[in-house]
């Protein structure tokens, strides 16, 4: 195992394969349907790089969030539905990502774990698939290291490695 230590944004525990992206992501454009403002838990962003990837039960790791104002309530559908990402790591966290987070847990209990991790070293090391377990009060993200027992096969329980 191998353990990064970032700041803890969003309280919870986080487990799941990780889904990466180096593009930001604007959350209102990315997992909205057009016609219909219905929200699922794929990326329709046709211009970003995780298009038609599901978000749900995976740790998201992306830079940052951009666009709208509307991505806490973006988040905030998305808990209340039960679509929304295990947890989230962010390079830099802004407000309005941060505030759809917590109000989930504030409102429903069913918050987003968020960890800001601003060094490099984990989006050049994690790879899509890789599992994770992210812990939104300590920072604490622990990820299966190549070659150990865990591997890095999805579906790998990070909890018994």
Avoid: Q
Wanted: with cysteine.
């Amino acid at each position: 195992m191998k353990i990064y230590t970032g700041r803890g944004m969003v309280g919870g525990v986080g487990t799941g394969p990780a889904l990466i992206t180096g593009t930001p992501i604007n959350f209102t454009a990315a997992l909205t349907k057009p016609l219909n403002m219905l929200i699922k838990d794929m990326m329709f962003d046709r211009h970003h790089e995780l298009f038609h990837k599901r978000i749900h039960g995976r740790i998201l790791v992306f830079p940052a969030c951009i666009g709208s104002t509307h991505t806490g309530l973006v988040l905030l559908e998305l808990s209340v539905r039960e679509l929304a990402p295990a947890a989230m790591i962010v390079k830099y966290p802004d407000p309005l990502l941060v505030s759809g987070a917590i109000l989930g847990e504030v409102w429903y209990g069913t918050g987003i774990p968020l960890v800001a991790y601003s060094a490099d070293d984990l989006f050049s090391e994690i790879k899509t698939g890789d599992p994770l377990r992210i812990d939104g009060t300590t920072g604490e993200i622990t990820a299966a290291v190549p070659g150990s027992p865990c591997g890095n096969k999805e579906g790998t329980d990070i909890l018994r490695c």
